[in-house]
């Protein structure tokens, strides 16, 4: 069974750094496009940040030259470096196979950004 487990979240000061690490037990992970996403409360969950096995990457215009998207095929293992940060970056953060697959989401990590 695929479990995928996000850590690395917060609480830190706007114009702060975060890094997010999402461990995936699936055994295709390396030919796997990959997504971060995120929820605020009374919000509906949105795409941050995706990259394909290949490397592509892509982000939302919202974390444009903030946030990098990274993998570790060999952890098997998806990253976002989240710099910059800001208030409204305060979300709970979920890692995600891209197009997102419905019964892979896991608690996901909060971020809290404080202005």
């Known amino acids: 069974q695929v479990q995928l487990v996000e850590s690395g979240g917060g609480l830190v000061q706007a114009g702060g750094s975060l890094k997010l690490s999402c461990v995936v037990s699936?055994?295709?992970?390396?030919?796997?496009?990959m997504g971060w996403y995120r929820q605020a409360p009374g919000k509906q969950r949105e795409l941050v940040a995706r990259?394909?096995?290949?490397?592509?990457?892509n982000y939302a215009d919202s974390v444009k030259g903030r946030f990098t998207i990274s993998r570790d095929n060999a952890k098997k293992t998806v990253y976002l470096q989240m710099n910059s940060l800001k208030p409204e970056d305060t979300s709970v953060y979920y890692c995600?196979?891209?197009?997102?697959?419905?019964?892979?989401w896991g608690q996901g990590t909060q971020v809290t950004v404080s202005s």
């Open positions: 699936g055994r295709m992970f390396s030919i796997a496009s």
């Open positions: 990259i394909g096995p290949g490397e592509y990457t």
């Open positions: 995600n196979y891209y197009p997102s697959i419905a019964g892979y």
